[in-house]
């Protein structure tokens, strides 16, 4: 059976079916719940897991670039912790539509990041806040000093 909620699945298989996603355990906070996305057509901002620690936004956007085109994103960013030399080992991506979303998670879900020694394999799930603005007024003022290395990045036609 489909579900329109947000979970993780086996690797290797896609994460999206031709009515929801693939379930293999209760969806976690990172998730989307059906109240917030009523279809799955709908999903454009991915959460991707097990990041490595030293990528920055622009280091996840090189890793996006190997299978689409600049202008298929419009939000790339990767939360760093401010205690460390680390980011939190997620990010967020936001793609201009779904079937960008739903491709990118087909090609990238299970395979290992690029100049990851440590061999971590790419996790993809919806993400809880979903579109550009929406993620535009979530993060606006969680950088509260300039850092300009862990900004979001934003694009216009791939600009």
């Known amino acids: 059976?489909?579900?329109?909620?947000?979970?993780?699945h086996s690797p290797g298989?896609?994460?999206?079916?031709?009515q929801g996603i693939i379930p293999s355990q209760e969806?976690?906070?990172?998730?989307?719940?059906?109240?917030?996305?009523?279809?799955?057509?709908?999903?454009?901002?991915?959460?991707?897991?097990?990041l490595p620690r030293k990528y920055t936004s622009r280091d996840m956007l090189a890793a996006l670039e190997r299978y689409v085109t600049r202008a298929a994103l419009d939000f790339v960013y990767v939360p760093w912790d401010r205690n460390s030399a680390n980011n939190m080992g997620f990010a967020f991506v936001n793609f201009t539509d779904a079937a960008s979303a739903r491709m990118i998670s087909a090609v990238m879900e299970g395979i290992v990041w690029p100049k990851d020694a440590r061999m971590?394999?790419?996790?993809?799930v919806p993400a809880l806040?979903?579109?550009?603005?929406?993620?535009?007024?979530?993060?606006?003022n969680t950088i509260k000093e300039p850092d300009l290395i862990h900004y979001p990045l934003v694009f216009s036609n791939g600009r």
């Open 120 to 124: 971590r394999q790419v996790k993809i």
């Open 27 to 50: 969806p976690q906070a990172s998730s989307m719940q059906s109240s917030q996305v009523s279809l799955i057509n709908e999903v454009t901002t991915l959460m991707f897991r097990h």
């Open 129 to 140: 806040v979903q579109g550009l603005i929406a993620n535009l007024a979530r993060y606006r």
């Open 1 to 8: 059976p489909t579900s329109t909620r947000g979970s993780y």
């Open 13 to 18: 298989a896609p994460m999206f079916e031709t």
